[in-house]
Antibody, heavy 123, light 111 residues
Framework: EVQLVESGGGLVEPGGSLRLSCAASGFTFSRYWMHWVRQAPGKGLVWVSRINDHGSSTSYADSVKGRFTISRDNVKNTVYMQMNSLRAEDRAVYFC????????????????WGRGTLVTVSS | QSVLTQPPSVSGAPGQRVTISCTGSSSNIGTINDVHWYQQFPGTAPKLLIYANNNRPSGVPDRFSGSKSGTSASLAITGLQAEDEADYYCQSYDSSLSGWVFGGGTKLTVL
């Protein structure tokens, strides 16, 4: 079955760290660029970060730049998000997402989503 | 505030047609960047509904259609059904931000 399964969420104090994992199965993981998208409770979707197929190129939303690091292991078919210096406003469900595109920058869309993992930042 | 602007809510009776707008700018929708749409039910992950402005993934009913013009895009749903009641999000790429952006989401209520 083609799927993404996130794990690693939980409760952490402000300033703390957390590492999210996303295990992919049912498709050739190493061919796809991957993203993290988050959704605060009762709010909309917000793009967080992206990593290319080889793991050599990454990008981040300004709100997490310098605090979050995306990485991947194409042997383990897993993408990670290391989250440091967590703030209350980072509280959200974090979705792991697979990217598809029509082959040019600006055509990217998200065709496969995990169920998400909840991160809560509170003292 | 989201980079792409959607109405917070729309509603319609069963069988009717509704549209959801998504307004952007010259750095996202107003360029060659495509617009995509997602459907999300409470407590579940979003699902791709429309990609590349007006294309439906396999399994999405042809009651759903998308369009793009200038700095705006629209999602149309015809023959509204109770099961269509959900949140809908538009998404594009913003060339100025060098990142992917979503609309704030629209809650569709079937009366």
């Amino acid at each position: 079955e083609v799927q993404l399964v996130e794990s690693g969420g939980g409760l952490v104090e402000p300033g703390g760290s957390l590492r999210l994992s996303c295990a992919a199965s049912g498709f050739t993981f190493s061919r796809y660029w991957m993203h993290w998208v988050r959704q605060a409770p009762g709010k909309g979707l917000v793009w967080v970060s992206r990593i290319n197929d080889h793991g050599s190129s990454t990008s981040y939303a300004d709100s997490v730049k310098g605090r979050f690091t995306i990485s991947r292991d194409n042997v383990k078919n897993t993408v990670y998000m290391q989250m440091n210096s967590l703030r209350a406003e980072d509280r959200a469900v974090y979705f792991c997402v697979r990217e598809e595109s029509s082959g040019y920058l600006g055509s990217e869309y998200f065709d496969l989503w995990g169920r998400g993992t909840l991160v809560t930042v509170s003292s | 505030q989201s980079v792409l602007t959607q109405p917070p809510s729309v509603s319609g009776a069963p069988g009717q047609r509704v549209t959801i707008s998504c307004t952007g700018s010259s750095s996202n929708i107003g360029t060659i960047n495509d617009v995509h749409w997602y459907q999300q039910f409470p407590g579940t992950a979003p699902k791709l509904l429309i990609y590349a402005n007006n294309n439906r993934p396999s399994g999405v009913p042809d009651r759903f259609s998308g369009s793009k013009s200038g700095t705006s895009a629209s999602l149309a749903i015809t023959g509204l059904q109770a099961e269509d009641e959900a949140d809908y999000y538009c998404q594009s790429y913003d060339s100025s931000l060098s990142g992917w952006v979503f609309g704030g989401g629209t809650k569709l209520t079937v009366l």
